[in-house]
């Protein structure tokens, strides 16, 4: 046997224990604490330490029950961040996608895997009411905002080859901070992204937009891009994709669509999206809102011919030995990645197994789930909602007529850590015009009409623990 070999037997032993574990943990979900019981130096303890010389063999699988220990559990009512639910069947594709390894650089290297992934490329261009876009899955909507971004910068002020020239991006102040981020890696600036004010539904001002971008025409700046978003990642707010596509054509800027966390929901919901059709780029998440486990994020594109001005850069040792549109086809000539993970597998067979209907009842679900929720909060006489609800994520806080801003900043930053602690329901935070918001983002498979009657009843168990009346 040859160093690190492993017989079929012994790999077979291995899996059954994976999927053993895995089953387990499924059928305990439910009942497990939402956030472990842990500290950093338990952690530190279970699973610091130094690389072990020797194996230790099928041994080396018993450390695997402390991982799952000191792991947060995404039952139905985890509604922390916006974070997809593992859809199991994807779950478990990821085995086999890593056992046969393919290299998803381009159809000679991975005939099947890159026929699929341009499959599901097109099956969710299509689903959200973008046929006819290209795209590729990326790491996630970072990765596919920085690579949008890329483009705009490629296409409107072209930098690849002399440095980046001058040139603005606008969108607004509740953009997601992978936009700023992305702007400082393109070399772009961080003073030349152009945050505006929004209106009181956390929504881009098109009138605004076009005021300012107007004067920055007169005084000769010249526009890059209009970042939108489809879904803002505090409270789900769809800029006005219509009315800001019309500004972009206006201004000659590229038009990006940032739907990481919400264009997905155009399956159940289409008419929130009108415009979205419209743009040049569109960042999307299934490993949010269509439940995928991480990593799959999507970038799609309008214009094939602009992805390939932006990321070909091909060495000889990689060109393409067929003049076949299809076999010579290449991914990284339209990515910023060369080696990749075969993404497309896990969402094919999960889409195949539970077919697209189901995948849209779900998101309906969670829509009428967030409905559910603010009718809970705004029926409550001690809660209410900081931003409109208008697709899954829910802003609120406890209130208290005695007490000021800044004193219900405090007891809400209190009740959410008692919530935790609780164990019951998972709640992150946002902050709305200087407001400690408690929030709930659901976008998961799991959740029953129950899960989420748990929110408000945690709220208040854990307000009255920390005000005894
Ligand atoms: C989550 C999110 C991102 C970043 O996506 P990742 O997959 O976490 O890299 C970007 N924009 C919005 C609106 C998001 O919700």
Redesign the pocket.
């Known amino acids: 046997m040859t160093a690190l070999g492993l017989s079929p037997e012994e790999f077979k032993r291995v899996a059954d224990r994976l999927v053993q574990l895995a089953t387990d943990y499924l059928a305990s979900l439910d009942q497990r604490a939402i956030f472990p019981v842990t500290s950093g130096t338990k952690t530190q303890e279970l699973f610091g330490g130094s690389a072990p010389e020797q194996g230790s063999g099928p041994a080396a699988l018993d450390a695997l029950e402390h991982v799952l220990h000191h792991s947060r559990a995404q039952n139905g009512r985890f509604f922390g961040y ?1 974070l997809g639910s593992a859809e199991p069947v994807a779950a478990a594709a990821t085995l086999l996608a890593s056992v046969i390894n393919q290299n998803v650089t381009a159809w000679r290297s991975a005939p099947s895997a890159v026929t699929l992934e341009q499959t599901v490329i097109r099956w969710l261009a299509e689903g959200i009411g973008c046929a006819g876009f290209s795209g590729s899955l990326a ?7 920085l690579m949008a971004l890329a483009m705009a910068r490629e296409i409107k002020a072209p930098a690849n080859q002399a440095g980046a020239q001058e040139g603005t991006v606008y969108a607004s102040e509740e953009v ?1 901070m ?2 700023p981020k992305a702007i400082a890696l393109l070399g772009i600036g961080r003073d030349n992204l152009r945050l505006l004010p929004v209106d009181e539904e956390f929504k881009l001002r098109p009138d605004s937009l076009a005021r300012v971008m107007e004067e920055d025409r007169r005084h000769g700046k010249p526009a890059i891009a209009i970042v939108a ?1 489809a ?3 505090n409270t789900g707010a769809i800029d006005p994709l219509g009315e800001i596509a019309a500004v972009a054509r206006e201004y000659g800027a590229w038009f990006h669509v ?5 264009a997905l929901a155009a399956l159940a919901a289409p008419e929130k999206f009108r415009g979205m059709e419209q743009a040049d780029s569109i ?1 999307l ?1 299934p ?2 809102w269509l439940y995928q486990p991480l ?1 799959c ?1 999507c970038l799609l594109y309008r214009e094939p011919e602009a992805v390939r001005k932006t990321f070909s850069h091909t060495g000889v040792y990689a060109r393409s030995l067929s003049d076949d549109p299809v076999e010579g086809f290449a991914f990284f000539e339209e990515s910023l990645e060369l080696s990749r993970p075969f993404r497309a597998l896990k969402l094919w067979l999960s889409l195949r197994y539970h077919g697209l209907g189901a995948f849209r009842q779900a998101i309906e679900n969670d829509l009428r789930h967030a409905q559910l929720l603010a009718e809970g909060i705004t029926s409550h006489q001690c809660l209410e909602l900081l931003a409109p609800v208008e697709l899954s994520a829910v802003c609120f806080r406890y209130r208290d007529s005695g007490r000021n801003e800044e004193e219900l900043n405090r007891l809400n930053s209190a009740i959410l850590q008692r919530i935790l602690s609780r164990g019951r329901v998972y709640l992150s935070n946002a902050s709305l015009r200087a407001r400690f918001a408690l929030r709930a983002c659901i976008v998961n498979h799991r959740t029953t009409d129950e899960d989420v009657v748990a929110v408000v009843e945690e709220v208040i168990a854990a307000a009255e623990e920390l005000c005894p009346a």
């Not at 790491?139 to 905002?145: C, D, L, R, T, W």
């Open positions: 916006v790491g996630g909507g970072s990765a596919a905002n997601h992978s936009i978003s879904g803002t990642v940032d739907g990481a966390y919400g960042s998440d490993h949010k990593d994020g």
